[in-house]
């Protein structure tokens, strides 16, 4: 009884990326789900063209949404990455035209660039090349013609919601309030969501918490040192002056919907996000017509 308790709290996500839904795949979704186990697939599709996404049967991937929505499977749209190969508005609609047919709801995002991989990228997007930019503190790099177009698209998309927050996206599909304290923040304010889902979460009591009820699942967690943690109670956000994987600060935060701070470990090789602290950082020049 308890494994069946525990399945029925569950959310499984499964990122198909860019492949081919086969049948059985789609078999065992329904399986899944007539269990009680809620499933939500993930289809990464962004716009990219063959020189820059090698490999992939694009038709393939634009016929799982049509495919997964028949079987009545939810299905978030990864519109990622986000580049200036794919940020013009033609495009940008050719995708969203389609996705918001069949997709619950888009997470939009730009470009992720981990430590390493700047030259790398740069042959792609020659602006990343400057060493002063601050490439991987940034939440992602957007192209600032895509940045602006984001402002745009509810008034074609008023039906669909368009995040920059997986959470929330993953709150919307669920029926669920906030729990990772975005709901009023300019992230909140930013996103393109349903005004039932902005009730829901405003609605919300989140738990109480005390500083040691974070020190206790932190020790939980196998971290090895705990360092002190200041608690302020009216930003529900804790501040830990030990660095601290992102792995746990995250894990931490939404345990207890809670904000977590701490510096990050050197070696820590999860991307940077906005439960960090991290803002997005937007390149190219500003659109002044009009």
Known sequence: MATARLAHQLTVRKNFTKCSVTDDVIAAILRARQAGIPVIVYLSYSGLGPDTERGIDHAALRTNFPRLHAHGIPVIHYWRPLMPANSAPETITHVLDWAARYAACSVAVGLKVKPGARDQLA??????ADD?????????????????????????????????????????VLGRPDSHLVHGTSTCTDNHCPAEQRRLCAASAPPPVTPDDIQQHL????????????????????????????????????????GVQAPRQTR???????????????????????
Do not use: M
Not at 268 to 290: A, C
């Open 123 to 128: 042959a792609l997007w020659p602006e990343l």
């Open 219 to 258: 020790v939980w967690l196998g971290v090895p040192t705990v360092h002190p943690i200041h608690w302020d109670s009216e930003r529900r956000t804790a501040t830990v002056e030990g660095a601290l994987a992102l792995r746990d600060c995250n894990n931490s935060a939404q345990r207890f919907e809670i």
């Open 268 to 290: 820590d090789t999860y991307w940077s996000g906005k439960f960090g602290g991290s803002q997005p950082l937007v390149l190219g020049p500003r659109n002044t017509s009009g």
């Open 132 to 172: 002063a930019l601050p490439l991987e503190a940034a939440d992602a790099v957007w192209p600032r013609e895509t940045w602006e177009l984001l402002e745009t698209l509810p008034s074609r998309y008023p039906d669909h919601p368009i995040y920059q927050t997986n959470s929330c996206a993953l709150t919307h």
